[in-house]
């Protein structure tokens, strides 16, 4: 009989969306990476009441709440959040939150829902899925976006996945300066999307042949020169297509600086995830990867402060562990 559930949920990096024209009557269409660490880690014990304690207090209450409402829960549990992913800095913070809290009732209490399921009740996953599949399989991500008639009725299916190499490493940076910035975007992000232009149709053009004959074979084939290459590219014809939103290619100066810090000491690759401010490179040793941590610390410095670590890719999504 589980008494106790500890769910253990990975971070994600985004590298950007395939298709923002919508002519052939989808959006979006996401790629991104499953990484170890940040993380999300929450306990879940059954008990004769509904307590919530830990990190990311609202939040957390707030998916517990609607989890229990909406599937009839009429027992109790104690969920203590022990870690979490920085919040609104484009790791997926909140949908780790919320399907580690669905994941953890639904398996103590034996409910048999589908992780998409889940995401639906909790309102994830609605617009990109890169978040609910890095939690399901872990790996390197591209979901096919959703079909506009059915916006907020679907999750976006999955139509690549592949493991990410195990000698690839991340380097990810998170400064401080631009973040308040990111967060006004982010408080109107609703706003923005409703009003933004259509993608140039030779540009969503160009951006699937990017994939399609660069970025999957690439991973495919381990070919991290290419697939590097690809994905930075990819990522900042993006940027330029949303430098409307933000300072050019990216959401500050301090991320241009850093991206390009990345590429000329050893990366084969470099991008913003999301809004930002938050952006990583792809390296492939461990020599690489404190060099580059040690000469952005020195950067950060010099740029208001902030984090930069290092860590491995995610291929198994969250692990699930019962008592």
């Known amino acids: 009989m589980i008494s106790k559930i500890v769910v253990t949920a990975p971070a994600h990096l985004h590298a950007g969306n395939i298709d923002l024209t919508g002519d052939l009557g989808r959006l979006y269409g996401t790629l991104g990476f499953t990484i170890d660490y940040p993380r999300t880690v929450i306990e879940a014990f059954k008990s ?15 998916y517990t709440r609607i989890f229990t409402e909406k599937f009839g829960l009429k027992k109790g549990v104690e969920i203590t959040v ?5 919040k609104h800095l484009g790791m997926g913070s909140q949908t780790a939150l919320a399907l580690s809290i669905g994941k953890a009732i639904a398996e103590l209490y ?14 994830r996953s609605d617009i990109v899925a890169l978040g609910m599949n890095s939690f399901k399989t872990g790996g390197f991500i591209a979901d096919a976006g959703y079909r506009i008639k059915d916006k907020g009725k679907m999750v976006p299916p999955l139509i690549f996945r592949h493991p990410i190499p195990d ?27 409703e009003q933004l232009k259509p993608m140039p149709e030779q540009l969503s053009d160009r951006l699937s042949r990017i994939v399609l004959m660069q970025i999957l074979p690439s991973i495919i084939e381990h ?12 990522n900042r014809k993006l940027g330029d297509f949303w430098s409307d939103h933000q300072e050019g290619l990216y959401c500050h100066s301090i991320v241009r600086k850093g991206i390009a810090l990345m590429l000329d000491n050893g990366a084969y690759g ?16 461990e020599e690489t990867a404190k ?5 952005l610390d020195k950067f950060l410095e010099r740029e208001g402060g902030g984090d930069v670590f290092y860590t491995t890719p995610n291929n198994n999504g969250a692990s699930i562990i019962k008592w």
Request: hydrophobic letters at 40%.
């Open 48 to 62: 004769n009441r509904i307590r919530v304690t830990g990190e990311d207090l609202g939040n957390a209450k707030k």
């Open 82 to 86: 022990k870690e979490t992913i920085p």
């Open 110 to 123: 034996k409910i048999n829902l589908e992780i998409e399921e889940i995401a639906r009740a909790l309102g």
């Open 167 to 193: 000698d690839w490493l991340f380097v990810v940076c998170i400064p401080k300066k631009p973040i308040p910035q990111v967060l006004k975007i982010k408080a109107n992000e609703e706003q923005v999307l």
């Open 223 to 234: 070919d991290i020169e290419t697939f590097g290459e690809s994905i930075t590219t990819f």
């Open 270 to 285: 470099a991008c913003q995830t999301s809004w930002g401010p938050t952006f990583y490179g792809l390296v492939d040793n």
């Open 291 to 295: 060099t580059i941590v040690k000469k």
